[in-house]
């Protein structure tokens, strides 16, 4: 079993910043891509950013330039620092890693249950 909790979440004025963690645990043979993705009322769930193992990245139009991810493979934790945050920014954010456990071959794909940032205009 692998387990995702992410952390960081709260309620921030526009213009302010927050940064999101999210810390991997269980039966983690290797851990490939890291990302992070939200969803907003009523909106299909977005991808924000990636991060893979070696570290190359891949950002939303949206992030570019406001967030950035990062992760400690040490720690099985990946970040998202965002900055300059807008209420349409305001949404569940939800941590993905492709996780390939230590009795496996392939990697799966797993989901945390989220972490909620609010904006105030």
């Known amino acids: 079993q692998v387990q995702l909790v992410e952390s960081g979440g709260g309620l921030v004025q526009a213009g302010g910043s927050l940064r999101l963690s999210c810390a991997a645990s269980g039966s983690i043979g290797k851990i490939n891509t890291m990302g992070w993705y939200r969803q907003a009322p009523g909106k299909q769930r977005e991808l924000v950013a990636a991060?893979?193992?070696?570290?190359?990245?891949n950002y939303a139009a949206s992030a570019k330039g406001r967030s950035t991810i990062s992760r400690d493979n040490a720690k099985n934790t990946v970040y998202l620092q965002m900055n300059s945050l807008q209420p349409e920014d305001a949404a569940v954010y939800y941590c993905n890693a492709n996780v390939v456990p230590v009795d496996r071959i392939l990697g799966t794909d797993y989901w945390g249950k989220g972490t909620l940032v609010t904006v105030s205009s």
């Open positions: 991060i893979t193992s070696g570290g190359s990245t």
